[in-house]
Nanobody, 115 residues
Framework: QVQLVESGGGLVQPGGSLRLSCAAS????????MGWYRQAPGKQRELVAL???????SHTDSVKGRFAISRDNAKNSVYLQMNSLKPEDTAVYYC?????????WGQGTQVTVSS
């Protein structure tokens, strides 16, 4: 059974930074994709960033230059460094893991950007 545990959300002022972490446990094989989605109130869940096990990354246009995804394969963990945060970044952030044709989700962590 694969489980994902997220941490690092919270309240931050516009222009501030947060770092989200997500650790996977269970039967994790070497080749997989991990990433982050977010869902704001009244909006659909959207992909924020993803990273493959060999380090290739992709970020949605609205966060390019501000957010950076990274991972530590030894720890089966993925991170999202979020800088220059804006009120429109407010959402619940979910990490995910694609592994052997299945997608696993974390429980979500709230990020609120407000003065």
């Amino acid at each position: 059974q694969v489980q994902l545990v997220e941490s690092g959300g919270g309240l931050v002022q516009p222009g501030g930074s947060l770092r989200l972490s997500c650790a996977a446990s269970g039967s994790i094989f070497s080749f997989n994709v991990m990433g982050w989605y977010r869902q704001a109130p009244g909006k659909q869940r959207e992909l924020v960033a993803l990273i493959t096990s060999d380090g290739s990354t992709s970020h949605t246009d609205s966060v390019k230059g501000r957010f950076a995804i990274s991972r530590d394969n030894a720890k089966n963990s993925v991170y999202l460094q979020m800088n220059s945060l804006k009120p429109e970044d407010t959402a619940v952030y979910y990490c995910y893991l694609d592994l052997q044709g299945r997608r696993y989700w974390g429980q979500g962590t709230q990020v609120t950007v407000s003065s």
